[in-house]
């Protein structure tokens, strides 16, 4: 029998997008590198600063832009409560960091876990299970419709350039009331505000992939000014780009 809880670290080369599912509980993190995951109409990002709770059975979309490397832990269903929500993606604090990497001398095996290995493993479900109440606001919806998604997707392959509304609605074929309207409906949210978080995930997917400049940065996610892209970065994620930067880091 597979011990209650183990670590799971592994590399994996980029890939297009899979369907995952466990039947476990699963913090699913990366050490280095960028994970994208879809499910329910929404994509976030997952940089080392951020973590996923995916509940047991939990179906999700996972791709890898980059080549990443992921450090997780897996908990049975009888060892840990379930998640707060089916999935949960977070920032991940020091101390939860410390703990995956302390799980990391516990990979899967038929033996079961010392007492030390429990209690931590035990301690990191506690301090993510907590974690996971406050979700990151940095996530994009994927839509519903045809249209919409097609929207989506021609803004973000225009980001690191001038995109306008009006181009990309009569890409898919709508009056750019029409469009505004599957936004509205289908997003809760206006075209402009789905483009400034596609705008910010592609900046933490090029923040997490090395030591670009953060002005490059900026200038190669759409943005034309440092201050406008510090002050959106900022407005979501909480941190300007040089200290989400430094919370990756150990």
Known sequence: MTREAYSFVRTFPPEPARE?????????????GALRLAAEGQAWLLPPARAALIEAGRPIQVSIPQPVTTASALFDTGFTPAPPAP???????????ALLTECGAW??????????GRTLFAALAAVTWRLAERPSPVVVPSGRSPELRQALRITEERLDGEVRFEDVADDVGLTPRSLARRFEDETGMTWRAVLRRMRVLRAIEELAAGDTPVTKVAFSVGYGSLSAFNAAFRELTGRTPTEYRASFRP
């Open 87 to 97: 999935l949960t993606v977070f920032d991940l604090s020091p101390l939860a960091r």
């Open 107 to 116: 990979g899967q095996s038929d033996a079961p876990l010392p007492a030390y």
């Open 20 to 32: 995952l599912r466990v039947d476990r509980h699963y913090l699913l993190c990366a050490s280095a």
